[in-house]
């Protein structure tokens, strides 16, 4: 038989602490409408790129709304839910008598003025919609802070299994493949949700080191047993002030509730026993801003290849406090790439290439950002930069960074972009004519992403805990939303 699934998403990543909000603006820039959703999101590592894999090998037939994402940026306003809630919804009310299934790709992570879980609150007003008869099968970043309440309105839910999120599209097809097996009565999926109470800054979920990687070994382990469905452990975010804050572990069985506590539980216990490492209050591998960037300079000048320092904390891809400590300390053959600077960016183009130009870069939020820099830079290239991604999380994906440019500032190379991105992969160098390998220190303000592929091209991580918007130390912030007793760092 022909199938009909309902496709959508709606993500966002959440920074409670963030003054003002994120408009529908600023979602509309990249959200993606109707059929648009297919032919963009075909063959991308995404989870909508695996929805449509899945679907199109069981010759379905894709029923697509909307797609709506904003990024990570500051608490969601009102009117983005007020907008593409209803439109999924209405969309779907519409084609119920004719809808065998929906797969929804959501974040995990967003609040919005008014709502501290956003995302259960539109899975709930879907299921008032299409009634609990259609299964509705939602992927999440891994990166979500989620609840039982979640539980009760999907089907099942699938979160990404790596940080860096290389499984994009993997979680897509394991959400997808569930909802077909699920269609023609193979499985009836039985969930299980634990929350062990820990609150992980992401800079401690890069899956590829311990302790994370030791609980998505033992989850991969519980994935091969029998009954068993799948398994999710979501590290949380730690910055969205929100009533369901801190990991969660999720398993999803062949109708066996007692094999779902089990790993839940299994799992919940093992994260509470690296809780030290997983909040960083056990964790050595912070450095200061001072020492991390000494350390850098220390290290580069016998490496064999680059050695990159990551500032986590930046949210906002211009805060300041890296680029003064490399000249401060004269820094000599780094890149900072991806500082978002508009206007500078601007300036740059209009001047030319070779001009020699003053410019007071990066600190465009005026909240923990470091303040404007004052410098002299050489322009070395200007223009419109848009390029098809060639990293893994990136792959076949249209990066637009709008008018671009990169600069020479003493010993420093900076790339100034009118997009926020970060540091991920090489193709912010590669792409202008630049060998990464060839600088002796990186500057990455990615996560975990950049792990992809810097693990490999870097010679050692230096992990830097500069001020910024999402440092790991989280007594910096009064949360008012978070439940009490939660094992972080936050303040009691
Ligand atoms: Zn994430």
Redesign the pocket.
């Known amino acids: 038989m022909r199938y009909r699934i309902g496709v959508a998403g709606f993500s966002h990543?959440t920074v409670s602490f963030w003054p003002g909000v994120t408009s529908l603006d600023d979602f509309e820039l990249t959200s993606v409408y109707g059929e648009d959703i297919i032919e963009k999101g075909r063959d991308t590592n995404s989870c909508i790129g695996g929805f449509i894999e899945v679907c199109e090998k069981e010759e379905a037939e894709m029923v697509p709304i909307v797609v709506g994402s904003g990024g990570a940026t500051a608490t969601v306003a009102d009117e983005v839910y007020d907008h593409y809630v209803p439109l999924i919804v209405e969309g779907f009310r519409k084609e119920k008598d004719h809808l065998d299934g929906i797969l929804l790709s959501l974040?995990g992570?967003m609040a919005t003025e008014s709502r501290t879980d956003p995302e259960t609150d539109a899975v709930r007003a879907l299921r008032k919609a299409v009634g609990y008869d259609i299964p509705i099968m939602v992927t999440l970043?891994?990166?979500g802070n989620k609840d039982e309440a979640l539980l009760k309105e999907a089907t099942a839910v699938f979160g990404?299994h790596s940080?860096p999120?290389i499984d994009q599209a993997e979680t897509g097809r394991r959400a997808a493949r569930c909802m077909f097996k699920t269609l023609r009565g193979e499985v009836k999926p039985i969930s299980a949700i634990k929350k062990p109470g820990i609150v992980v800054p992401?800079v401690f979920?890069a899956t590829t080191i311990s302790p994370a990687k030791d609980l998505i070994t033992r989850l991969k382990e519980w994935m091969t047993k029998p009954g068993v469905i799948d398994v999710t452990v979501l590290f949380g975010?730690a910055w969205a002030d929100v009533h369901n804050l801190g990991m969660s572990v999720i398993a999803v069985t062949d109708n066996e509730p007692a094999l779902a506590k089990e790993i839940v539980n299994d799992l919940s216990e093992l994260a509470w026993e690296h809780r030290g490492m997983l909040t960083g209050m056990g964790n050595k591998s912070l450095y200061s801003l001072e020492k991390g960037v000494k350390t850098a300079i220390e290290k580069a000048k016998t490496a064999s290849k680059p050695i990159v320092i990551l500032d986590h904390a930046d949210r906002t891809n211009d805060t300041t406090f890296i680029i003064r400590e490399l000249l401060k300390q004269r820094a000599e053959n780094a890149a900072v790439p991806m500082i978002y600077d508009p206007p500078s960016a601007q300036k740059c183009v209009e001047a030319g290439r070779g001009a020699k130009i003053e410019l007071e870069i990066g600190a465009s939020t005026g909240w923990r950002d470091g303040g404007k820099f004052r410098v002299r830079a050489e322009v070395l290239w200007a223009g419109h930069a848009k390029y098809t991604g060639t990293g893994p999380m990136t792959i076949n994906r249209e990066v637009d960074l709008g008018l671009s440019a990169i600069i020479q500032v003493g010993g420093l190379w900076i790339q100034l972009v009118s997009r926020q991105h970060s540091l991920i992969d090489a193709d912010p160098m590669e792409r202008f004519g630049y060998d990464p390998l060839s600088f002796e220190i990186i500057v990455s303000k990615s996560?975990?992403h950049f792990r992809a592929v810097y693990e490999e091209l870097g010679e050692e991580i230096i992990i830097v805990d500069a001020p910024g918007q999402c440092p790991a130390d989280l007594s910096h912030f009064e949360y008012k939303h978070a439940p009490e007793g939660l094992y972080s760092t936050m303040r009691k």
Do not use: G, M, V
């Open positions: 990543e974040h992570a970043d891994l990166h990404f940080s999120h992401s979920s975010f996560k975990t």
